[in-house]
């Protein structure tokens, strides 16, 4: 387990993010980036009020160095194409990529700073595994999956770059589909282990991206899915 470092979590105030904060900050300096704060009182962490799609992340409160970047923020925008928007599309696009590149940006000299960086993006299983009513978000995040493998490329060997792609994890944002206890049910039992995830299943695989326990790995986009894009 890394020590002593400096993390950033961009959208670490809920779910997966909100996970990993808890896992790091006992022994680490974390940096969260979020529009609220009320869930990390009780968490050792430093917050900056950021909204991704908007904001520009305040450098003033930030370390002269850091060793972890994690970019958390994403959506579920889940529709038949011939009812989606072009507006959808771009919507998507702004807070999966955009918001991304800008927030990496602006602290690659920080990154730039530290021996031993890591990037950590956020995909799903959709990009890999065709599903219906994806087509916006599968769009974005496949984005994301190649964005990873070219700074992955371009950053090595000082900044390591790789990507979860999870399915479906229980969060604020996947609530309004998981209200209905018959479709959550119906969505768990399509997975091979018969579940839903957790924001802990995938939060400790970042965990573990961003520590020098995966030295050796970048450039990867690793599925925490229930085996759904593998198995039938």
Same mark, same amino acid.
């Given at each position: 387990?890394?020590?002593?470092?400096?993390?950033?979590?961009?959208?670490?105030? *809920?779910?997966?993010?909100?996970?990993?904060?808890?896992?790091? +900050?006992?022994?680490n300096s974390v940096y969260v980036?979020?529009?609220?704060?009320?869930?990390?009182?009780?968490?050792?962490?430093?917050?900056?009020?950021?909204?991704?799609?908007?904001?520009?992340?305040?450098? *003033?409160?930030?370390?002269?160095?850091?060793?972890?970047?994690?970019?958390?923020?994403?959506?579920?925008?889940?529709?038949?194409?011939?009812?989606?928007?072009?507006?959808?599309?771009? *919507?998507?696009?702004?807070?999966?990529?955009?918001?991304?590149?800008?927030?990496l940006k602006s602290v690659l000299?920080?990154?730039?700073?530290?021996?031993?960086?890591?990037?950590?993006?956020? %995909?799903?299983?959709?990009?890999?595994?065709?599903?219906?009513?994806?087509? %916006?978000? $599968?769009?974005?995040?496949?984005?994301?999956?190649?964005?990873?493998? %070219?700074?992955?490329?371009?950053?090595?060997?000082?900044?390591?770059?790789?990507?979860? $792609?999870?399915?479906?994890?229980? *969060?604020?944002?996947?609530?309004?589909?998981?209200?209905?206890?018959?479709?959550?049910?119906?969505?768990?039992?399509?997975?091979?282990?018969?579940?839903?995830?957790?924001?802990?299943?995938?939060?400790?695989?970042?965990?573990?991206?961003?520590?020098?326990?995966?030295?050796?790995?970048?450039?990867?986009?690793? $599925?925490?899915?229930?085996?759904? +894009?593998?198995?039938?």
């Amino acid at each position: 387990m890394i020590e002593n470092k400096n993390i950033l979590i961009i959208g670490g105030s *809920s779910g997966i993010g909100l996970a990993l904060a808890e896992m790091l +900050s006992p022994q680490n300096s974390v940096y969260v980036a979020s529009r609220s704060h009320e869930s990390l009182s009780h968490l050792d962490v430093k917050h900056l009020p950021f909204d991704a799609t908007t904001d520009e992340l305040d450098l *003033s409160v930030l370390p002269e160095n850091l060793d972890g970047f994690v970019y958390c923020p994403g959506s579920i925008n889940l529709r038949p194409f011939r009812g989606l928007k072009t507006e959808a599309f771009t *919507s998507d696009f702004e807070i999966n990529v955009i918001g991304a590149v800008k927030a990496l940006k602006s602290v690659l000299n920080l990154l730039n700073a530290s021996p031993n960086a890591a990037v950590v993006f956020y %995909s799903t299983v959709a990009v890999q595994t065709g599903m219906p009513f994806h087509s %916006s978000v $599968a769009a974005s995040k496949g984005a994301i999956e190649g964005l990873t493998r %070219s700074l992955a490329a371009e950053f090595a060997p000082n900044i390591r770059v790789n990507c979860v $792609a999870p399915s479906l994890t229980k *969060s604020k944002i996947a609530e309004p589909m998981l209200k209905n206890t018959t479709i959550a049910e119906g969505i768990a039992k399509a997975h091979p282990l018969k579940r839903l995830g957790e924001g802990k299943d995938s939060a400790s695989l970042a965990k573990f991206l961003i520590t020098e326990d995966s030295s050796w790995v970048t450039g990867q986009i690793i $599925a925490v899915d229930g085996g759904r +894009s593998k198995l039938s």
